[in-house]
Structures are given as structure tokens and as C-alpha cells.
């Protein structure tokens, strides 16, 4: 993150603090924001996930619903504006935010977001509670700081200007928009300044809740019908096959249909994925890198019985997952097998020959679902990219050898960066003669609007380079390409 720092009072645009009006309601008890603190402080010094590091400490702390509630809004959105926590806390600290213990640090960012973003939790309780949570846990020689930083922020916060965007994008981009350097100017090289700022501040909205249907037990259409009643705002996805949006809120484990395995939880662009690949009744499908098991399910779905899905991935533990999915759907044809697909995969082909369609959905940056995953931005650096590519082209060369002559094989990523999509793609077939990329033609009409010259579909939830794909605003950012095996090959 940058080291520039505006004044107080500097040029900029004004964001509002939080607001005094209004009725107050009771701040609710500590735990939540006890829990909210020591994840946010996992993420920052130990690099853990933070959907992970959340799952445990929620399970171990039997809160009820209301406050698991609460600490899960207090991560993710904490997690989420980071960088612009960051500047505001530092304006109102007298030494260097990065030099404070990461618990109190942690503390200093939870109480801030309720300050700014918590229109439910009065200022005073935000502050209070913060003050208590780092006396609970043996920090009291920091209360009076902490204290102090956020009654200042209270008072003063809604005077501090953040850096112009017309002026110093970058400096926007990371203080204003709560992106890290390296991504700020990447973003900004790509998209310019304003597309750039648009794009981060989608990216910090709640991701929306989408469901995919399962056809073997209901249309679409009769789904909505159910659903609609539930969730007031659900309408049909408008390019995948078998989303529906719900709307910003739900807990779909919850809901009766997907208890029933009439629907299951995912983002729209990653049923695309799915929507590409196009698998057939009858065909013989290999998901490489499957746990937990979403697409495997999806492909399962679209065969019906008629055909087999083998599911790959290299970590048993999570590959117990992909079981666990169909099962609840319903859907057979799926085996599972723990494999590192970046080794060679020659005797999955000797038995039963090699495979009609290979879906390759690539470890990634992650960068494309940051709204679903808002501590990637902090936990990635840009090294690992090159490192990532490397998996990456190594995962396509071995799927590349138990493909049928004529058969296609989808590449995908939930993430923006070309050293993980196109270079990848590029570097391959330079060197296959006998491969090619399939049009934009040959892919289902509802997608070819994404798709680009190359055969390229690219979806982002604000496309700076496409205004006129707004529809795409509440899906994740994901690349994908169908590669063809030339018959002859």
C-alpha cells in the first residue's frame, strides 16, 4: 500500500462518516465482534482464509443466529474496505498503523468499519465495545489508544479527504477504494481511472446469491415460481441456463429446495463454465480440479444418468466433498479420485479410452470474486502469479494427453489477470498444431455475447472496456475458453 497520506482538509472528495441522526438501537454483546477481531487479525498476520478461520470460530462458539450474523458482516466488510480503514485510522494515530500489535491493529479496523459502514450500531457502542474486546483479550495497555483513534475518527471522520481520483488515481484507487497497490495500478493500466474505481467499489459490494437449478428434478421456470415466494426479488439468470438471482440476501442451505437437492449455491459466470463445456448424454467427462465439487455437480446434472463424471483433485479431504454434493442431488455417474493433475494422467485413458470433454476450472488468483472472497486481495502478492501459471500450464498439458481426438476441452478461472488466462492459453497452443480455439459461433447462443474475437469469454461485474453489458454486474469475474482437438490429432 502506498506511504502517501493526505491532510486533513486536503483536496479530494469527502466521504460522509457515520451519521449521529436517528433512532439508536442496543449494541448487541461482545462475542461477535470478539470473533470479528481475532479472524481479521488471522488473515493479517498468518495469511489464513478468512471463510475458513470464520467456519471455525463460529462453530466453536454456539452463537446464535443474530450474532453469527453480526461477526460475519464485521469480517467480510472489515476485510473488504481494509485500505480505506486504513487511511481513515491512520489519520487520527500518532505513530505508524503497521508497527501496532496485529490484535490491536485488528480492533482499530473492526471498530472503524462499524463507525463508517454500520448504519445499526451507534458510534459510541462501536467504540465501547471496541474498548472492551482488547481489554478481554489481556491488551489493556492498549485501551486508551484504541479509545482515543476511534472517538477521534467519531468526531473528525466524516471531515478526512481521500485523494482525487482525477489527480492521484493510484492514490484513490488504494486509500478510497481499499485496493492494494499492486492491483490499483495493474487495474488502473487496464481500465484507466475511472473504470478502475467503478469496478473496485462493485467488487466491494455483498456478492448477490445465485442457485443453479438441477434439472433432473424441476425447471427453471418452476423453480422461480418456488423460490419467488421466499426471496421477493429472485428473477431468471440472464445468461447462464439454469441460474436465478435471489437477490443480495438468503441463506440457501437453509431453504427447502435445496434441501430437497432442487438447487444448489453458485455464482452465474461460474455456471458459464459449465454452460461451455456443453457435456452430452452418453459422454465420458473429466473434471480435473473438482473439490468441492460444484461443477462435477452441474455436469452430473446435465447427463442425467447418461454418462461418467470423474472428479480429480489433490486434496482428499475436500474431494470427500464432491460425494457428499451429488448425493444430496441425487445425480449419479460421478466418481472421485485423489489426483495431482499437474502429473501425468496417461492411465486414466488405458481402461476405458480417453475422454470426450475435459473441464480444467484452474487454481487461481482468485481475483475475480473478490466480493466473495475480499481477503485474497491482502493474501496474494504479485509473485505468485508467475507461480500459478506454471500449475496452471502444467494442468492443461497432462489433461491435454487423455483427450479424444474431436473431443474439447474448457479452460476456466475465477480471476482477471492475463499471465492466468490468455498467456496460459497462448502458450499452449503454440504448441499444438492439431488444437484450435472454437468461435465464438460454435459456443450456446446466450454466451456469445462475452465472447470475444479470439473465442475469449470474459466476464467481469463491471465490464470497463463493455458499458453495455450491465446484465453481467451481478456475476463474478471468470475467464473461460473451449479448446478443440482437431479429429485428426
Not at 469496478?199 to 423460490?227: S, Y
Not at 452441474?298 to 460425494?323: C, F, K, M, N, P
Not at 480455439?437 to 455475447?449: K, M, V
Request: aromatic residues 4%.
Amino acid at each position: 500500500m502506498s506511504d502517501d497520506k493526505k491532510k486533513k482538509g486536503g483536496r479530494g472528495k469527502r466521504w460522509p462518516g457515520r451519521g449521529q441522526q436517528g433512532p439508536r438501537k442496543t449494541a448487541g454483546p461482545t462475542a461477535p465482534r470478539l470473533i470479528a477481531i481475532r479472524v481479521v487479525e488471522r488473515v493479517q498476520r498468518a495469511g489464513a482464509y478468512a471463510d475458513l478461520a470464520l467456519h471455525h470460530a463460529l462453530v466453536q462458539s454456539r452463537m446464535p443466529a443474530a450474532d453469527r450474523g453480526l461477526a460475519t458482516e464485521l469480517v467480510y466488510g472489515t476485510l473488504r474496505w481494509r485500505g480505506r480503514l486504513d487511511y481513515l485510522i491512520s489519520q487520527a494515530l500518532d505513530r505508524d498503523l503497521a508497527k501496532l500489535e496485529p490484535l490491536v491493529t485488528s480492533a482499530l479496523r473492526v471498530g472503524a468499519y462499524q463507525l463508517f459502514f454500520s448504519d445499526r450500531i451507534p458510534a459510541n457502542a462501536a467504540v465501547d465495545e471496541a474498548v472492551r474486546c482488547v481489554r478481554a483479550m489481556g491488551l489493556e495497555r492498549a485501551t486508551g489508544l484504541v479509545n482515543a483513534v476511534l472517538r477521534r475518527l467519531g468526531r473528525d471522520g466524516k471531515d478526512i479527504a481521500f485523494p482525487d481520483l482525477e489527480t492521484d488515481p493510484l492514490g484513490h484507487l488504494v486509500h478510497a477504494c481499499s485496493l492494494p497497490e499492486w492491483i490499483a495500478q495493474r487495474w488502473l493500466d487496464q481500465y484507466g481511472g475511472e473504470g478502475a474505481a467503478k469496478l473496485a467499489m462493485i467488487m466491494n459490494e455483498p456478492a448477490p446469491v445465485t442457485i443453479r437449478v438441477n434439472r433432473t428434478k424441476i425447471t427453471r421456470e418452476e423453480a422461480l415460481a418456488e423460490l419467488i415466494e421466499r426471496h421477493p426479488d429472485a428473477r431468471l439468470g440472464r445468461y447462464a441456463s439454469n441460474a436465478i438471482v435471489l437477490g443480495r440476501k438468503g441463506d440457501v442451505g437453509q431453504d427447502p429446495a435445496f434441501v430437497a437437492g432442487r438447487i444448489s449455491p453458485q455464482d452465474e459466470a461460474s455456471q458459464l463454465v459449465v454452460d461451455l463445456l456443453d457435456p452430452q448424454p452418453g459422454e465420458r467427462i473429466l473434471d480435473t480440479c473438482a473439490a468441492p465439487g460444484t461443477k462435477s455437480a452441474a455436469i452430473a446434472e446435465r447427463l442425467a444418468g447418461e454418462g461418467h463424471v470423474l472428479a480429480l483433485d489433490r486434496h482428499g479431504r475436500r474431494l470427500r466433498l464432491v460425494g457428499r454434493g451429488v448425493r444430496r442431488l441425487e445425480v449419479g455417474g460421478v466418481a472421485t479420485l485423489e489426483r495431482d493433475a499437474t502429473k501425468p494422467m496417461t492411465e486414466l485413458a488405458e481402461a476405458d479410452g480417453p475422454f470426450d470433454r475435459i473441464l480444467i476450472d484452474a487454481p487461481c488468483s482468485g481475483l475475480g470474486s473478490l466480493r466473495r472472497n475480499p481477503d485474497a486481495r491482502w493474501r496474494l502478492r504479485p509473485e505468485a502469479l508467475g507461480d500459478l501459471a506454471k500449475i496452471q500450464r502444467e494442468i492443461i498439458e497432462s489433461a491435454a494427453a487423455v483427450l479424444r481426438p474431436g473431443g474439447s476441452l474448457v479452460y476456466s478461472t475465477c480471476t482477471v489477470t492475463p499471465e492466468e488466462n490468455e498467456k496460459v492459453i497462448r502458450g499452449f497452443m503454440a504448441t499444438r498444431a492439431n488444437w484450435r480455439i472454437a468461435t465464438r459461433d460454435e459456443a450456446p447462443a446466450p454466451l456469445r455475447e462475452l465472447i470475444d474475437d479470439d473465442g475469449f469469454l470474459r466476464v467481469l461485474p463491471y465490464m470497463p472496456n463493455r458499458p453495455d453489458l450491465e446484465d453481467c454486474r451481478d456475476m463474478d469475474g471468470f475467464f473461460a475458453v473451449r479448446l478443440v482437438r482437431n479429429p485428426t490429432a
